[in-house]
């Protein structure tokens, strides 16, 4: 079973990010590599912050601590509604939406689209127009197939378990270890846990989508 072709019934349930937009904004204002965040004042005055999105919303910035190499990046952040500056020159947050999809992606590299409130959905569509997100129509989304792969099959990793491969051939590759048997029927539980959860999310999305009740 390729298990990242398994198809929907949902149209664009998974959404992943895409693009240098995608990888730029994340990484302005989620990274702790980017050196936005990272103002001598604040610093010194021992306070140290993850990024540049939990440092905004607690500190008072302003342009004036900043270095003219970074007024392309703030200027690059505000052109896509995540930051703006007010008229004392201070820095603060904007678009809530856009900023907790951005981070979801960041932190998760994937999020399930129609488990998004309505009100998400036009910025969710303005993006994937954009091209900064890209949407998929599979049962598990990419990181679940992976891990699927990983555990089962040598489809994709050549370090993994193959736990599938096994015991599907009665070839003599199954150990005389008993704990071994026991981790490897624990793992498959898991698995079939994890597929028994994404089948029933997958016709709960469904019902809700023939009555009407997601939409884009």
């Not at 306070?47 to 540049?52: L, M, N, S, T, V």
């Amino acid at each position: 079973v390729k298990f990242d072709q398994i198809p929907s019934l949902i149209e664009g349930k998974y959404l992943y990010g895409r693009g240098n937009d995608f990888k730029s904004l994340s990484h302005l204002m989620f990274s702790d590599q980017c050196l936005l965040f990272y103002i001598p004042r604040i610093y010194e005055a021992g306070k140290d912050y993850r990024c540049f999105f939990d440092m905004l919303q607690v500190e008072n910035v302003y342009k004036s601590d900043f270095h003219e190499k970074d007024f392309p990046s703030l200027e690059y952040l505000e052109k896509f509604d995540l930051i703006y500056c007010d008229e004392k020159m201070q820095y603060h947050l904007k678009d809530k939406i856009k900023l907790a999809i951005l981070k979801d992606l960041f932190e998760k590299e994937v999020i399930s689209r129609w488990h998004y409130p309505p009100q998400t959905q036009s910025t969710i569509q303005e993006w994937i127009d954009a091209g900064i997100l890209t949407a998929g129509s599979t049962l598990l989304s990419v990181p679940e197939s992976n891990y699927f792969s990983y555990m089962l099959n040598h489809e994709k990793y050549c370090n993994g378990l193959d736990i599938r491969n096994k015991y599907a051939h009665g070839k003599g590759q199954i150990s005389s270890n008993e704990a071994e048997h026991i981790n490897n029927y624990n793992i498959l539980l898991r698995l079939l846990t994890i597929l028994t959860i994404k089948i029933n999310d997958e016709f709960c999305l469904f019902e809700e989508q023939q009555k009407g009740e997601i939409h884009a």
